[in-house]
């Protein structure tokens, strides 16, 4: 398999390695959710090339997960928002924060922490079935793959 | 940042990204999770050129993902299996395909399901709160970053 294939693959894994697999993508969108949203924003907080930055966010915008919002018209400045594509990304990066910080703890404690604004908690996120409503434990799980529709 | 420096930092994400960051990587988690255990099986069901394969797998291992167990002692054979730091990332795994198969649907349908064996029905993960048990929808997360111990 060749990495230009890999958006028409019907795996959701690959295809979501296609868009956001480069490796500054996820520290983006991190910033985004920590509240960034200008480009200079993401710059400073990032340490990232100007160049690298204006491709990074472009793809981001062609995919649907920012969109371009004007905050100024004279001279004009546009700053980048999450989408609700975007914004349900939040899965992704709560999992791998928590498998970080329960595998791979820094020793300086955890560097970010979610909270569940409803009950006012820090927490953790516990997946559960959406059929039975309990929670699902890691050895519960059996993935398989399903015949494809021709 | 320098991508060397990612492995200090103390951002779980970035840390994620240090040993999971690169392309192959979570399609070879993929094929772990949907039962593939030795060198042939990965190099077939994935395409990647035996090099490549091999220096991912030893990244795994080292870093406590993949263990190797012998399964032949003549001539001696050795397969990869999960531990119970790699089983975990099934919650990773689970996000991307559900966001994926939500947001950026292939027409041959989903590739992949999940399977609750203990009630028996395919799901999709819903995030819970671990404080107050309830689902958890995107707009009800406030990420916020930590003061670091020093």
């Keep these: 398999m060749k990495w230009n294939e890999l958006r028409t693959e019907p795996c959701p894994i690959a295809r979501f390695l296609s868009v956001l697999g480069d490796r500054w993508t996820l520290l983006i969108l991190r910033e985004a959710f920590l509240g960034a949203r200008r480009f200079e924003a993401f710059r400073e907080r990032l340490d990232i090339s100007p160049t690298i930055l204006t491709r990074r966010l472009g793809s981001l915008c062609e995919h649907d997960i920012f969109e371009r919002m004007t905050y100024q018209e004279r001279p004009?400045?546009?700053?980048?928002?999450?989408?609700?594509?975007?914004?349900?990304?939040?899965?992704?990066?709560?999992?791998?924060?928590?498998?970080?910080?329960?595998?791979?703890p820094d020793d300086r404690g955890p560097s970010m922490r979610f909270k569940h604004t409803k009950c006012a908690h820090d927490f953790v996120p516990e997946i559960h079935c959406s059929e039975c409503g309990e929670a699902v434990p890691p050895l519960e799980v059996r993935v398989h793959r399903m015949e494809l529709r021709t």
């Design 76 to 104: 004009p400045r546009q700053e980048y928002r999450l989408t609700r594509k975007g914004v349900d990304l939040y899965g992704v990066l709560m999992s791998i924060t928590h498998w970080g910080n329960k595998h791979d």
